[in-house]
């Protein structure tokens, strides 16, 4: 990606701050979009209905997933097979099952309208924040690699490394409140951070991939958890033979945000101030400058002035740390009684959609995992009510991203008339998918 | 790691010389050495110096009941093997180094020789006491790369055409999904891998129709591909196959072909001809994409269109639809990888059965530096080092079972880093083509 042949490059990286001060934030993924000015192509795009884009495609992947779930439905089957004698049935039965599922989706996410008051009927809305979190802390770190035209798919091996650093000091030292949390999280932070930033030092210094070397890490790491896991005086507990770590000392644990009934810890506003923190890193300060024209363009950076091989290492090192967090969050705000090698919960994969879908962006990334969380809390909901797989949410994640990356299908599906940019159709269209970099 | 000496013309001559020598860089890189010398200090530690229980005899058996005549098996003095083979690396690392000072380079053959004395060394000091069947390590090696093999060459294919393929992994998994579906229903394995290479194919539609007609981000399609791939499959085990597994998920597997005559050849023989007909295809697949690619027709234009997409516009190439056919080609390729798994080895469709194939596939073509035949042996290298856990879990390994499993992983990170090194991808692999 890193010298596409697009006219609307070099001003990608012009940094005009506040250029465009009346632009108003538009829509779910592009709260970003009125402060970053400097991708005025991909401002262009939202401006003329990349918001109305992200709806649909949302919308489109919902009734794909309604037709997977009208087409493996029981009652459906049954009631399909005298179809031309009484075609209602059929309908009332799809209709039955899509509007269970997604009814349950939504209170299961959002707000539970059977619970009598509100302090109950929101619980859903909670559990959406809690499942959203370790995503934010885990899209932002693969984000800052898009960004800086790196591909982290090292998130497993990395939430792994910080999930049992974190882990450890949270059973292994009985510290005061307060340091020992903070301890806790620092450790987790490190141990990502140093296992990316292993990446970027074998690719800076050796040229090494750094997708081959993430993909290999992850197997490296789990192993190598797994071991720590399974031996005695390691990580394992003591008096047992499973692989599988002590509890946390109370004090190592994230508080709980708004009391005892709800699941939601503090960890949430910890991914809030990250978001923040990335926000400025990426378009204030001068480290995140250079992640960004080094993504844009290596060898302009390098032209620059710019010592790309140390910020392929610096990269690495944020992104991981990042990703560590969302690691170390699993152990001290979700899972605390003890971890096992599969504490990472596919999140470092899941991390790589979320990303996408916020087009790197850091508060794009943001409500692109509330999203995401949203859908994981409705779709345990679904699973426990409607007895609809829960993988159906993979299906339906997915295909919003890939509906979302090509707005000329979305258009062409809902006839929507062409944005104003066609007088440079070419550059628009590499612009589109622009806002994200990677390669 | 890398030295670079310049030696600076001596255009100081005489005046009005009219030779002027230009200067010249000598580049050294010490990585190979370095890499080799460190695993001869490991070797020694661990084969010279290390004793290990046991009778200090490692056998080699080197025979099936099958073969035209037995080899007898290999007895070694455990502790004498090690130090000679201990010797022997630290040698090749000592000619490495000297090669390079000499500004010359290692070569690769010399790396496999490393390689392979290595290995030796390692099993015999592993074995001792215990036998090694050196023909049971090469039949599973072979078992566990045929579908990253296959992965390989569609990752190969589609990147020597400039569409990186990411979605490797939903591939196999559509693959081996609807092969068990259709060798269920039909109950023909033939009928079971032609609809495993439609799905593969299907799969490579999608990356074909976004990346190239909606110029959307390669990686990103890949990646959302395999998501799609594994939710879809994973919903439709758990609301069709789990509920009907007789009807839908008893797939009629390919049985195992014995090649008369090769089949028989010692080492050889059960290694590589008493397979079933997915690893036959798959040595004809390799053969033909490596001469496919390289001398023929086809083969210069897809790799045009993957090196130089507006130079092969030029010359009339359609480098949009040759990008588009060549993808969908490497999907059905991978689709029948995805079957090895339903048809051959498991025999039914469970959730996420690649496990992450695809992505080691992945890794091999990148290892094989976008060439079929490095590809192939990258992927049997994974396959071998597999392996190489299972047997030795079953002889007793001196060594915990997690670092064997990882040892591939450890060995593909060494290998890119310091024996790959700055591995060049096909230049316009990646980048949509606007005209």
Do not use: C
Request: aromatic share 10%; net charge positive.
């Amino acid at each position: 990606m890193s010298d596409t042949e697009s006219p609307g490059n070099s001003q990608a990286l012009v940094d005009d701050p506040g250029a465009q001060p009346g632009d108003t934030v538009t829509g779910q993924d592009e709260g970003e979009a009125g402060t970053d000015s400097r991708f005025g192509g991909a401002l262009r795009e939202i401006v003329s209905g990349s918001a109305v884009i992200s709806i649909l495609a949302v919308v489109l992947a919902m009734v794909a997933g309604a037709i997977l779930i009208a087409l493996t439905d029981q009652t459906v089957h049954a009631a399909s097979g005298y179809f031309f004698s009484r075609p209602a049935d059929t309908f009332s039965a799809i209709w039955q099952a899509v509007s269970g599922a997604y009814g349950s989706l939504f209170q299961g996410s959002v707000y539970n309208f059977s619970r009598p008051d509100f302090v109950d009927g929101i619980r859903p809305l909670t559990e959406t924040l809690s499942f959203a979190t370790p995503l934010v802390a885990a899209g932002l770190g693969v984000a800052v690699g898009f960004r800086a035209g790196m591909f982290n798919i090292g998130g497993r091996g990395q939430m792994l490394f910080g999930a049992a650093a974190a882990g450890w000091v949270g059973f292994a030292f009985d510290l005061p409140p307060g340091i020992h949390l903070v301890l806790a999280l620092a450790a987790g932070i490190l141990a990502g951070a140093l296992w990316s930033g292993l990446a970027g030092i074998l690719k800076a210094r050796t040229g090494a991939h750094e997708v081959i070397v993430t993909i290999m890490l992850n197997y490296v790491a789990f192993y190598l958890i797994s071991y720590l896991l399974s031996t005695k005086g390691l990580l394992q507990a003591p008096g047992s033979n499973n692989p599988k770590s002590p509890g946390m000392y109370p004090n190592a644990i994230f508080p709980r945000l708004l009391g005892s009934q709800y699941n939601l810890t503090i960890g949430f506003l910890l991914v809030i101030a990250a978001t923040f923190a990335v926000w400025w890193l990426l378009n204030r300060s001068s480290l995140g400058f250079r992640f960004r024209a080094v993504g844009e363009n290596p060898n302009a950076a390098r032209v620059a002035g710019i010592n790309v091989k140390n910020t392929y290492v610096f990269v690495m090192l944020i992104s991981g740390a990042l990703i560590g967090m969302a690691g170390a969050n699993q152990v001290q705000g979700v899972i605390t009684t003890g971890f096992t090698s599969g504490i990472d919960a596919g999140l470092g994969f899941d991390a790589i959609t979320v990303a996408l879908l916020g087009r790197s962006r850091p508060w794009g990334v943001f409500w692109a995992a509330i999203l995401f969380g949203a859908l994981k809390a409705g779709g345990f909901t679904m699973q426990a009510v409607e007895g609809i797989p829960i993988d159906i949410i993979l299906v339906v994640q997915s295909l919003i991203v890939l509906f979302i990356a090509a707005p000329p299908l979305i258009r062409a599906v809902f006839r929507l008339p062409q944005p104003r940019a066609k007088l440079r159709p070419k550059a628009s269209a590499v612009q589109g998918k622009k806002a994200v970099v990677t390669k | 790691m890398t030295a670079v000496t310049s030696n600076v013309g001596s255009s100081h001559g005489a005046p009005g010389s009219s030779v002027v020598a230009l200067a010249t860089a000598e580049v050294k890189s010490w990585k190979a050495p370095i890499a080799l010398g460190s695993f001869a200090v490991i070797a020694v530690i661990l084969f010279a110096l290390v004793t290990r229980a046991g009778t200090g005899i490692s056998t080699f058996r080197l025979s099936t009941s099958q073969d035209f005549f037995p080899l007898p098996a290999l007895q070694l003095p455990t502790r004498a093997t090690g130090v000679v083979v201990s010797i022997l690396l630290i040698l090749i690392a000592l000619a490495a180094a000297f090669l390079v000072r000499q500004s010359r380079r290692v070569p690769i053959w010399v790396i496999v020789i490393y390689a392979i004395l290595f290995m030796f060394g390692f099993l015999a000091w592993a074995a001792s006491g215990g036998t090694v069947p050196i023909p049971g390590l090469l039949i599973g090696t072979v078992g566990l790369a045929t579908p990253l093999i296959f992965g390989a060459l569609s990752g190969v294919i589609s990147e020597r055409v400039g569409v990186v393929n990411i979605a490797i992994e939903g591939q196999l998994l559509a693959g081996a999904f609807v092969a068990a579906i259709v060798s269920s229903i039909t109950r023909q394995p033939v009928v079971g891998l032609l609809a495993a290479m439609v799905a593969g194919m299907l799969v490579s539609f999608v990356l074909a129709a976004f990346s190239i007609k909606y110029f959307v981000d390669q990686i990103i399609v890949g990646v959302v591909l395999n998501v799609l791939v594994q939710g879809l499959t994973s919903f439709l085990y758990s609301t069709l196959l789990s509920p009907n597994a007789q009807a839908l998920n008893s797939p009629i597997q390919f049985p195992r072909v014995n090649i008369p005559v090769l089949s028989q050849i010692p080492i050889i023989g059960p290694v590589l001809f008493q397979q079933t007909v997915i690893s036959y295809i798959m040595y004809v697949t390799v053969a033909l994409v490596y001469f496919g690619l390289f001398h023929t027709k086809w083969g210069l234009r897809l790799r045009s269109s993957g090196e130089h997409p507006q130079a092969a516009d030029t010359v009339g190439i359609n480098v949009n639809r040759t990008r588009f056919w060549n993808v969908s080609l490497a999907g059905a390729i991978a689709g029948m990888g995805g079957a090895y798994y339903t048809l051959v080895v498991v025999g039914a469709f469970n959730k996420e059965m690649t496990n992450g194939a695809g992505f080691i596939a992945l890794a091999a073509v990148i290892f094989g530096r976008w060439d079929p035949i490095r590809a192939t042996m990258a992927a049997l290298l994974f396959g071998f080092a597999t392996n190489l856990q299972n047997v030795l879990g079953v002889i007793g390994s001196p060594v915990p079972s997690e670092f064997m499993l990882m040892l591939p992983y450890v060995v593909t990170i060494f290998a890119v880093a310091g024996l790959v090194g700055r591995v060049r991808a096909p230049a316009a692999s990646g980048r949509p083509y606007i005209k």
